[in-house]
């Protein structure tokens, strides 16, 4: 038996010990006979010991206490000590039985355990956060104090499920679902909730956790935490709006822009093709301001949003057929600025405008191929115009359009235009720097 185990008589005295009490103690029956097992107790602890053990041979009650026992390489180990009476028939104690089971191990990593605990909860205390902490299945069993300051509630009556009464009404069948999701899959829980202050107000938190796994990948536990984030929040949405507003009267800018050249124009007949040519570039400087403008979720407008790709495709929309596309767009996409978007909407405009005019786009087969690439520290665009007329010869003139390409891509993007006319179609190559897109 791996326990120390040893029975007494009736009055306490001890009269046999197991193997296993003299291989751990070193001693001899005879030492041990009686009441000799004192020699191996520690004697800061022995009164004690002696106490309650006389008062259960007085009382005939059962013995429970840990305390150390000497071993044989003179070590104190602590040993959980329980000792039961054995009665006659007319109920007096004839014998007890005793065992000691030692206990220093798990004595040892209990403490262990409780300092540990006790630095988790002054350091999640200390943190601004709201931290909580779930078993695998996601019950709620620890909310640091800052929860309880933020929320206003009692200790422990948002345990379990509890919390999910915290959100505001909106937000938590979206809130549970989220974690029901995290929950199934293991993945990382993150969402953005109005969680519910002291003061009754709905708060915007940013809610975060992560699962502690063991050795084996099993989740053991989730940590997470609650970060107050209604202020940032609020300033976004005020942002938003400004951003908006300011954005729509740019572009009311662009439209009276756009119809005082209309007005202007029938009255001389003669300039009526290059205010439509300046409206058309206006049009595309003021799509090129929408797509690449700083956008929050709410206004978003989805396809690529920010890049390059996005902002070719953004530009030659118009020139799509029932909804087809004319244009193939391919390579390396990278992300473009509003400040880079408007030289680049002017040069894309004005090549799909002559496509239009005399190239690929004049032809019900024509395709216009572009292809990005990133070399070194530049980007290079490459327009190739297929299923046009042929091309015979480059234009004798440079036009006022393509002069003022150059002129935005060198001055604002650092970059240069080439064009070559080749019998399937005009080939154009830009190069700009990256760092200025």
């Avoid at 008589?9 to 070193?26: A, S, V």
């Avoid at 041990?32 to 259960?56: C, F, I, K, Y």
């Avoid at 107000?201 to 997470?224: C, F, M, Q, S």
């Amino acid at each position: 038996m791996p326990m120390l185990c040893w029975i007494a008589r009736g009055d306490g005295y001890i009269y046999w010990y197991n193997r296993r009490w003299h291989d751990y103690c070193g001693s001899t029956p005879q030492a041990m006979e009686g009441w000799g097992w004192q020699d191996v107790h520690d004697p800061a602890q022995l009164p004690d010991v002696m106490r309650n053990w006389t008062q259960s041979i007085e009382t005939g009650e059962p013995f429970e206490m840990v305390f150390p026992l000497r071993g044989a390489d003179g070590a104190f180990r602590r040993f959980l000590t329980r000792i039961v009476p054995v009665r006659a028939s007319d109920g007096r104690v004839i014998r007890w039985l005793g065992i000691n089971a030692e206990v220093e191990s798990q004595l040892n990593a209990e403490a262990a355990l409780a300092v540990t605990e006790a630095k988790f909860r002054v350091l999640t205390d200390a943190m601004p956060q709201m931290v909580w902490s779930t078993l695998p299945d996601g019950f709620h069993d620890y909310f640091n104090a800052r929860w309880y300051e933020f929320t206003g509630v009692p200790h422990g009556s948002t345990n379990g499920q509890g919390w999910n009464d915290m959100f505001h009404p909106e937000d938590q069948a979206k809130a549970w679902e989220r974690w029901r999701h995290s929950l199934s899959t293991g993945e990382d829980y993150e969402i953005e909730y109005r969680l519910k202050h002291h003061s009754g107000e709905y708060r915007w938190t940013l809610g975060r956790a992560l699962p502690v796994r063991d050795a084996k990948g099993e989740i053991t536990r989730w940590i997470g935490t609650c970060t107050d984030i209604h202020e940032s929040k609020m300033a976004a949405d005020q942002t938003e709006l400004m951003g908006r507003e300011l954005s729509h009267r740019i572009k009311n800018i662009f439209a009276v822009i756009a119809g005082l050249i209309g007005l202007s124009s029938p009255a001389d007949p003669e300039t009526r093709s290059f205010a439509k040519q300046l409206a058309g570039r206006i049009s595309a400087l003021g799509r090129a301001h929408n797509f690449a403008r700083p956008h929050s979720p709410m206004s978003d407008p989805g396809r690529e949003f920010g890049s390059l790709h996005g902002l070719l495709r953004e530009i030659l929309t118009p020139y799509e057929i029932d909804g087809a596309p004319r244009y193939i767009v391919n390579g390396e996409d990278v992300p473009v600025s509003d400040r880079s978007a408007t030289p680049i909407a002017l040069v894309v405009h004005e090549l799909a405008t002559n496509a239009v005019k005399y190239g690929a786009l004049s032809s019900a087969a024509g395709v216009i191929n572009i292809s990005t690439v990133c070399r070194d520290d530049n980007v290079i665009i490459e327009w190739q115009e297929t299923g046009g007329p042929p091309v015979s010869a480059p234009p004798g003139i440079t036009g006022f359009g393509s002069q003022l390409s150059e002129i935005s891509i060198a001055d604002q993007l650092g970059g240069v235009i080439e064009r070559h006319w080749k019998t399937e179609g005009l080939c154009v190559k830009i190069e700009v720097s990256a760092a200025r897109l």
